[in-house]
C-alpha cells in the first residue's frame, strides 16, 4: 500500500514500513498519534511530511522542531538521504522512540536531541546553523517563529506546516515575521492527494541575523506571542 499511495521504490517503501510497525508498536506504550489506520498514517503522517521536500535540496542542513513522532524529519529523510537532519523534541520518552526509528532504520546524519527550542537556540552550536527549519502543527505561527528562526542561517528559511484558515494567523504574525528577522516568502496552499485535507506551507526566509534576546526563556514564546 505505502509503495502505491506514494509511487516510491520498494526500498523506500520497505523503510516507511518498518517505520510503521516501530510507530504502532510504542503508540502502545507511549502517546504518539491519534491515527492507528495505516491508509490514514500514510497519507496524514508520511505524504503530509513529504510535502515540504520540494523547498529543499540535496545535503542541506534541516532542524525539525516539537519532532513528536518524528514528522516531517523521518519521512523527509527516508526520501533524501542527502539531508543532515535534527530532530529536536522536549519529552524524552519520544526521542527515545525517534532514537530506535533511527537505529532500526540505520539512517545516517540524523540525530534526535532532547531539548527546549527556547534553550537550544540559545546555543552557538546550533544557533544560525542551518539551511532549513520546520515544525507540523506546534503553536500558533508568531510563537512558532520564535522557536524556528534562532537556528536559520541568514539566506536560509522556515517551512512552516498548517491547516486550514490561517489567514489571520498571518496577520497577527507579522510583526513577529519582521522582529526575527525573517520576509515571508510564499504561502503555498493544497490538497493532500484524494483527499479533502487542507494544508498549507509558510515559507519565511531569512533576511538579517536575529537580535540575541530571541528565543526569550522556556515559556514565554507560548504565554506571550511577539505581536
Not at 51 to 69: C, F, N, P, R
Not at 174 to 187: D, M, N, S
Amino acid at each position: 500500500m505505502i509503495k502505491e499511495m506514494m509511487n516510491i521504490s520498494e526500498e523506500k517503501a520497505n523503510l516507511f514500513n518498518e517505520y510503521k510497525e516501530i510507530l504502532l508498536d510504542w503508540n502502545e506504550k507511549i502517546n504518539l498519534t491519534a491515527i492507528t489506520n495505516e491508509k490514514e498514517i500514510i497519507l496524514k503522517h508520511f505524504i503530509d511530511s513529504c510535502t515540504i521536500l520540494k523547498y529543499i535540496q540535496g545535503k542541506e542542513k534541516v532542524i525539525d522542531i516539537g519532532s513528536g513522532a518524528g514528522f516531517p524529519g523521518i519521512p523527509i529523510k527516508i526520501m533524501n538521504q542527502e539531508l543532515n537532519i535534527t530532530l529536536v523534541d522536549s519529552l524524552n520518552k519520544r526521542v527515545n522512540f525517534l532514537n530506535e526509528v533511527i537505529n532500526k532504520l540505520k539512517l545516517t546524519n540524523i540525530e534526535a536531541i532532547h531539548a527546549r527550542a527556547e534553550e537550544l537556540g540559545r546555543i552557538d552550536k546550533y544557533r544560525e546553523k542551518y539551511d532549513i527549519a520546520t515544525s507540523r502543527a506546534v503553536a500558533n505561527l508568531s510563537t512558532l517563529l520564535e522557536y524556528l528562526m534562532p537556528f536559520v542561517k541568514v539566506g536560509g528559511k522556515c517551512i512552516c506546516m498548517k491547516g486550514p484558515n490561517i489567514e489571520e494567523e498571518l496577520k497577527s504574525a507579522e510583526k513577529a515575521i519582521k522582529e526575527l528577522g525573517g520576509e515571508l516568502e510564499k504561502v503555498d496552499n493544497f490538497y493532500l492527494p484524494n483527499s479533502d485535507i487542507e494544508r498549507n506551507l509558510i515559507i519565511i526566509k531569512k533576511v538579517k541575523e536575529i537580535n540575541f534576546k530571541y528565543p526569550r526563556k522556556a515559556g514565554m514564546p507560548a504565554k506571550v506571542p511577539i505581536k
